[in-house]
């Protein structure tokens, strides 16, 4: 199992737009695709509250390939992003990395 940790760091303002995405579109997206969530967090307390930080859990790099790409490109996703830009873009910069556990790390 490996995780694919990914920040959306936000224009100022514009996260309560990109948690309404996600809340009332993406993750409806997701559960088609097969795409599993391991969790979502923004900042408590912290240099930043304009980020978002979630996880996401693949088997490999090649099912993620697979599922990420085909998601990508879904007509419903494309014309969802674009609907929740109308007011204009909501991303500053996206990072992603993926993560494999440690052999003492209680999440594998």
């Not at 697979?66 to 910069?93: H, T």
Request: with cysteine.
């Amino acid at each position: 199992m490996i995780h694919e940790l990914r920040i959306y760091h936000c224009l100022p303002n514009r996260l309560p737009a990109l948690l309404k995405r996600f809340d009332t579109v993406t993750l409806k997206l997701w559960e088609r695709f097969g795409i599993r969530q391991a969790g979502f967090w923004t900042t408590l307390v912290g240099p930043s509250n304009h980020a978002l930080y979630y996880l996401l859990e693949w088997e490999s790099l090649a099912e993620r390939e697979e599922k990420w790409n085909r998601f990508a490109v879904d007509p419903e996703w494309v014309a969802a992003r674009s609907a929740s830009e109308a007011d204009g873009p909501i991303l500053q910069r996206v990072e992603n990395m993926f993560l494999q556990p440690t052999s003492f790390s209680s999440v594998k």
